[in-house]
């Protein structure tokens, strides 16, 4: 059985190439706002998020994408949650650790440093299962 991963973002462009990157190894679900990441947080219960954190309505602010965060971190608190922003600004990565996020990742996203950092969550996962 694969990993569920979700990846939240409002770039259907992003959002494709993100599942296609990952949707061999994981059972990939997205989102694409709030109410969707809600429903799909509490019902695919993933082992790992992929969260952006600029999210409509409100583009040029973190405040969606951190109130996304703080659901994730409250419905799957064992879930890990990776954020994928162009916002690397100290204050925005200081809110999101505070929060509970589990990484920082910047956009562009390097993909491979993604898949690494993805690979290295599940199987610490399966180590503390096992």
């Given at each position: ?16 190439q993100l599942y ?8 990939v679900t997205t ?100």
């Amino acid at each position: 059985m694969k990993p569920k991963l979700l990846i939240v973002d409002d770039e259907t462009a992003i959002r494709q190439q993100l599942y296609w990157t990952l949707c061999d190894e994981y059972d990939v679900t997205t989102a694409s706002d709030f109410p969707s990441a809600m429903r799909h947080a509490t019902h695919f219960e993933p082992v790992i998020s992929i969260l952006d954190l600029h999210m409509p309505p409100v583009l040029d602010s973190p405040e969606v994408g951190l109130r996304i965060l703080d659901y994730l971190k409250e419905q799957c608190p064992s879930s890990k949650v990776y954020i994928v922003s162009s916002d690397e600004s100290i204050e925005t990565k200081k809110a999101c650790f505070r929060q509970g996020a589990d990484g920082f990742l910047s956009k562009p996203i390097d993909v491979e440093q993604l898949l690494t950092t993805v690979r290295h969550s599940t199987l610490g996962a399966r180590l503390e299962a096992a």
